[in-house]
């Protein structure tokens, strides 16, 4: 897997849009960025993942540089429930392959 | 939505005690995995499963053991457990398929006494 370095944590606002950065400049040409949230108490959660096009889903956007090396997620709007910590991940895992996290960001919303 | 269903949230068992953790999905997933989360170590994977029957050791498989019956079922046994496997475990499944996302329970915070 890609290393990744992500910001230790990252303070917004409820109902401002989110811009989580990650870079990854050792990233394979093979690798995906996947992206998953942890809540206080609850299994990491599955957020989104690209190969090289931008990604949108009913949670993410996920915005990938053109060489690759760098990605932000983007909360568009963001809630208290988005409050987390975020992992980014460079992944080329076959199908049974494990995830391992770094430390993430730590999001913290404020009302 | 996926569902992966683990048996317990809160668990407390003695040293010396077997003890098993269940995990089931509902989406008819080939792979199912089995994790310990511990502060400052981040997520480690004990064991993996590809097909029934099937296991796979992972990177800390040590005093663990797994069994896979059915599809849908994944269990976690700690044959003999002891206080340092004393920890928050997850159970994860996904599709056969390379790169597709991992569904995780929502864990068992696991305390040995």
């Known amino acids: 897997d890609a290393k990744t370095t992500q910001p230790n944590s990252m303070e917004s606002n409820e109902e401002e849009p989110v811009h989580l950065p990650c870079n990854h400049s050792?990233?394979?040409?093979?690798?995906?960025i996947h992206w998953y949230r942890q809540l206080p108490s609850q299994g990491p959660e599955y957020v989104i993942h690209g190969l090289t096009s931008n990604v949108n889903n009913r949670m993410a956007s996920l915005a990938i540089a053109e060489d690759r090396k760098s990605s932000t997620l983007i909360l568009h709007r963001a809630t208290l429930r988005d409050a987390a910590v975020y992992y980014c991940?460079?992944?080329?895992?076959?199908?049974?392959?494990?995830?391992?996290f770094g430390k993430g960001t730590h999001l913290i919303i404020q009302p | 939505d996926v569902k992966v269903t683990q048996s317990s949230r809160y668990l407390v068992k003695r040293t010396g005690e077997k003890v098993f953790l269940e995990c089931v999905q509902d989406?008819?997933?080939?792979?199912m995995f089995w994790y310990r989360q511990d502060p400052g170590l981040g997520l480690r994977l004990i064991y993996f499963?590809?097909?029934?029957?099937?296991?796979e050791k992972g990177d800390i498989p040590e005093g663990y053991s797994v069994s896979r019956e059915k599809k849908e079922r994944f269990s976690l046994i700690l044959e003999s457990a002891s206080t340092n496997q004393t920890s928050m475990y997850l159970c994860?499944?996904?599709?056969?398929?390379?790169?597709?996302?991992?569904?995780f329970g929502d864990g068992t915070r696991l305390s040995i006494l």
């Open positions: 050792t990233i394979s040409g093979t690798d995906y």
């Open positions: 989406m008819d997933h080939e792979n």
């Open positions: 994860a499944s996904k599709t056969g398929g390379a790169n597709q996302p991992q569904h």
């Open positions: 991940i460079g992944f080329s895992g076959g199908g049974a392959d494990g995830l391992t």
């Open positions: 499963s590809y097909d029934v029957k099937m296991k």
